[in-house]
């Protein structure tokens, strides 16, 4: 069973940076995908941000310019560093992989980016 773990999550002022980190039981080698997405009160949980195993990357038009997802093969470790934040990125934030020859698909269990105004 593969494990995501979650960190870097907080309150922060608008206009400042927070970076996620979400750690992998496993290397990532094997992943086709990586995510993150977000969900805020009352809403659907949205893409935020992927990269797959060949390092292409798809950012939600919200964010474009301002949050980037990266990996550290290495580590087993991929990131989303966030500029620039907005009140409305205020969410909760959840990483995610996904093995897709075996529908496989593995959730963090989510960290807080509180951003005031």
């Known amino acids: 069973q593969v494990q995501l773990v979650e960190s870097g999550g907080g309150l922060v002022q608008a206009g400042g940076s927070l970076r996620l980190s979400c750690a992998a039981s496993?290397?990532?080698?094997?992943?086709?995908?990586m995510g993150w997405y977000r969900q805020a009160p009352g809403n659907q949980r949205e893409l935020v941000a992927s990269?797959?195993?060949?390092?292409?990357?798809n950012y939600a038009d919200s964010v474009k310019g301002r949050f980037t997802i990266s990996r550290d093969n290495a580590k087993n470790t991929f990131y989303l560093q966030m500029n620039d934040l907005k009140p409305e990125d205020t969410a909760v934030y959840y990483c995610?992989?996904?093995?897709?020859?075996?529908?496989?698909?593995?959730w963090g269990q989510g960290t807080q980016v509180t951003v005031s105004s």
């Open positions: 995610n992989a996904q093995i897709v020859v075996y529908k496989l698909e593995y």
């Open positions: 496993r290397s990532i080698f094997s992943f086709n995908t």
């Open positions: 990269i797959t195993s060949g390092g292409s990357t």
